[in-house]
Structures are given as structure tokens and as C-alpha cells.
């Protein structure tokens, strides 16, 4: 099985594919915040995709993130499929 996705490894892949200086940290109030409001545009979430894809030797299929908002939702969703990968 391959190793999940941690909240602290999103964020920081996050910021790096934002190009951020100030670092949003992952904790408990950001994971159900949306991440527009986290100021993370759809490109940001995109590349981040393509990153963790990449990083985690994982295929992430663009339905399978379609409806993710949070990042909560989206570690959900990664880690189910590094769990069956």
C-alpha cells in the first residue's frame, strides 16, 4: 500500500504550487474551509493534483475531484485511492 497523503504534505504542495510566502497551515479550523477562501485558485489545485499524482505514483481521474471543495475532502478522496492503489 502506498503511503497517504498528511495534511502537512497537502499544504505544503499547496503553497509551493502557489507560489506562497506566507504559509496557510493545515489544521483543524482549515480542513473544512473551502479553498477558494484558503485563497487557492483552480489552477493551484490543479497543479497540486498533478503533484500529488506525480509524488505519490498515483492516477487521480479529474471526476474523482470534481466535487472536492475542502481540503479535507480532498486528502479524503486521495488517500481512498492510495488505499486501493
Given at each position: 500500500?502506498?503511503?497517504?497523503?498528511?495534511?502537512?504534505?497537502?499544504?505544503?504542495?499547496?503553497?509551493?504550487?502557489?507560489?506562497?510566502?506566507?504559509?496557510?497551515?493545515?489544521?483543524?479550523?482549515?480542513?473544512?474551509?473551502?479553498?477558494?477562501?484558503?485563497?487557492?485558485?483552480?489552477?493551484?489545485?490543479?497543479e497540486t493534483t498533478a503533484?500529488?499524482?506525480?509524488?505519490?505514483?498515483?492516477?487521480?481521474?479529474?471526476?474523482?475531484?470534481?466535487?472536492?471543495?475542502?481540503?479535507?475532502?480532498?486528502?479524503?478522496?486521495?488517500?481512498?485511492?492510495?488505499?486501493?492503489?
Amino acid at each position: 500500500m502506498a503511503k497517504a497523503l498528511t495534511v502537512e504534505r497537502l499544504f505544503g504542495i499547496l503553497r509551493e504550487c502557489a507560489g506562497e510566502e506566507e504559509p496557510v497551515t493545515g489544521t483543524k479550523d482549515t480542513l473544512d474551509v473551502e479553498f477558494t477562501e484558503l485563497g487557492y485558485d483552480s489552477l493551484a489545485l490543479l497543479e497540486t493534483t498533478a503533484r500529488v499524482s506525480q509524488e505519490y505514483h498515483v492516477e487521480i481521474p479529474e471526476d474523482e475531484l470534481a466535487d472536492v471543495r475542502t481540503p479535507a475532502a480532498f486528502l479524503a478522496a486521495v488517500n481512498r485511492l492510495l488505499a486501493v492503489a
